[in-house]
């Protein structure tokens, strides 16, 4: 039923309007009616009004600048006008503020009749439409060649029921709205029953018409139901529902308050049923649990612990799955851990490093709890086994790179914490790779170049002091310099020069 507002400032006129509406049989009920535009403007403002009715010329405001203002209120309404005056300005005015239509005084009953039919017929495909764009955004988009609800789905308002598909549940052809509506209507009793695939994967909003005057107690026995239609089909899922009937306006708001409520409390152990009525308890947050526990593990991966981490992981897999651990707790950990490991691991990794997220989110549409958790380890060690060939691959890298570096500052003064600014890692790590690589010390390595190129220069430079050989390669002091050349070249300086000289 559409609601109706009539002003005109004649009350014969709005006695006959009423009269013809009412005798109509059209879908129309006339509301109220003023005598005056401002009048006609705060009905506007204090009533659902579909249809205005004016006169254009009226007391204290008129009919277009009455229609201009009301559509500011709501630019869905519409407006008929109502002159004696056949002017074209007026009509070229009205055109502006999209009047629906245009009649004159005296109004013969059947022009009213056609213009009003018209008018019913733009609001109910205008409602249609805007029946079916209440559930654009929650609806797959897959599914939307189906979403055909016509204006009698406004009529009454709607329970609101959201399903998750239990997270590590075998996947079911049943899972299908084509068989859990009807089944549904026929456990409920009542028609029509809407059910929909929503854009989060396996997961189905379910609509049921609900009286106004329907009372709240109604909810637990449509939810045994409900549960008796998923046992039968052998589903698992989790339910989240209102008890208090929604208008179909409200739908968003309630999928998307229900839908979260299932993101935080599902759990990967058994299906649970919220009632999101005003009862319903605060839940536990856990995510300052998980980020410090991801935190662990991701210490280990940076360390290369990988028999630490797999053994700890696979502990801490078996504890969660006797506990009412969130899935979306699980998912984060999950997401956590393979974002480690991808900035661990090198871009161009084979089969690894850009695409971990991917192959972990995959897991966790496994069908069993225990096919995710061996998925998992099995990734872990593959990535554990890429991150250590790869860093013995960057090692030896490094450490090419850090004698290039040595052998081209043989005369300056080059220190661990020189390098490690340099190259961006640890004064230790570059201890480990000089360990590793040289089989000596940084410094051992660092001083046996420079012996090596004071040999070089006495060599070239015979007549070269060893004092100015020493200063050039920055040792500073002659005699620790002689003394360095000695525990490398196993003779001093002088010594070696000597050797040098042909004999006579």
Same mark, same amino acid.
Request: glycine share 6%.
């Given at each position: ?25 059209? /879908? ?87 213009? #009003? ?35 009698? &789905? ?16 075998? /996947? ?60 039968? &089909? ?65 210490? #280990? ?125 640890? /004064? ?29 220069? #006495? ?28 525990? &490398? ?16």
């Amino acid at each position: 039923m559409y609601q109706a507002i009539i002003a005109e400032d004649s009350k014969p006129i709005q006695r006959n309007l009423k009269s013809l509406l009412a005798a109509s049989g059209l /879908p129309v009920e006339v509301a109220a009616a003023a005598a005056n535009g401002e009048e006609a403007l705060e009905l506007c403002r204090q009533l659902p009004v579909d249809i205005l009715i004016t006169d254009i010329r009226m007391p204290k405001m008129d009919g277009l600048t009455l229609i201009d203002e009301a559509k500011k209120i709501n630019p869905g309404l519409k407006a008929v006008l109502i002159s004696g005056y056949n002017d074209f300005e007026y009509t070229r005015r009205a055109l502006n503020l999209q009047v629906c239509d245009y009649l004159l005084k005296p109004v013969v009953p059947g022009e009213l009749m056609e213009v #009003m039919q018209r008018v019913v017929d733009r609001l109910g495909e205008e409602r249609a439409a805007d029946s079916s764009s209440v559930l654009d955004g929650i609806v797959d988009p897959a599914a939307c060649g189906t979403l055909h609800l016509d204006a009698s &789905f406004r009529e009454e308002p709607k329970r609101v029921w959201v399903l998750r598909r239990q997270p590590f549940t075998v /996947p079911s052809d049943r899972w299908d709205p084509a068989v859990i509506a009807p089944a549904l209507a026929e456990a409920w009793g009542q028609a029509p029953v809407w059910v929909y695939p929503t854009r989060t994967e396996g997961e189905l909003l379910l609509l049921s018409n609900a009286s106004p005057g329907e009372p709240l107690s109604a909810a637990p026995a449509l939810l045994e139901s409900l549960k008796r239609v998923l046992a039968a &089909f052998g589903l698992e899922a989790s339910a989240a529902y209102s008890p208090k009937p929604a208008e179909p306006r409200q739908i968003p708001d309630e999928y998307q308050r229900m839908s979260r409520l299932l993101n935080e409390r599902l759990t990967i152990g058994r299906p649970v049923v919220l009632d999101a009525g005003p009862s319903l308890q605060p839940s536990e947050p856990h995510e300052e649990s998980i980020e410090r526990l991801s935190g662990v593990y991701t210490d #280990m991966i940076r360390r290369l612990q990988k028999d630490r981490f797999l053994l700890q992981l696979a502990g801490q897999l078996n504890a969660w799955k006797e506990t009412a651990l969130p899935a979306a707790g699980l998912e984060r950990f999950v997401a956590r851990l393979a974002a480690a490991f991808e900035a661990s691991l090198p871009p161009a990794a084979e089969g690894g490093g850009r695409n971990v997220l991917e192959q972990a989110g995959r897991l966790l549409g496994q069908p069993s709890y225990g096919g995710f958790c061996s998925g998992l380890l099995a990734l872990a060690g593959e990535c554990f086994d890429e991150l250590q060939a790869s860093n013995r691959k960057s090692g030896s890298e490094l450490f090419l790179k850090i004698d290039e570096h040595l052998r081209t500052n043989l005369y300056a003064q080059v220190t661990m914490n020189d390098l490690a600014l340099k190259f961006h890692v640890s /004064p230790s790590y570059i201890s480990r790779i000089m360990k590793r690589y040289s089989q000596n010390t940084f410094v051992h390595h660092f001083l046996e170049l420079k012996i090596h190129e004071a040999k070089r220069l #006495m060599e070239a430079h015979p007549q070269m002091l060893i004092k100015d050989i020493s200063d050039a390669l920055c040792f500073h002091d002659q005699h620790y310099f002689s003394k360095v050349f000695k525990e &490398f070249a196993g003779c001093s300086p002088s010594e070696y020069r000597a050797a040098l000289k042909p004999s006579v």
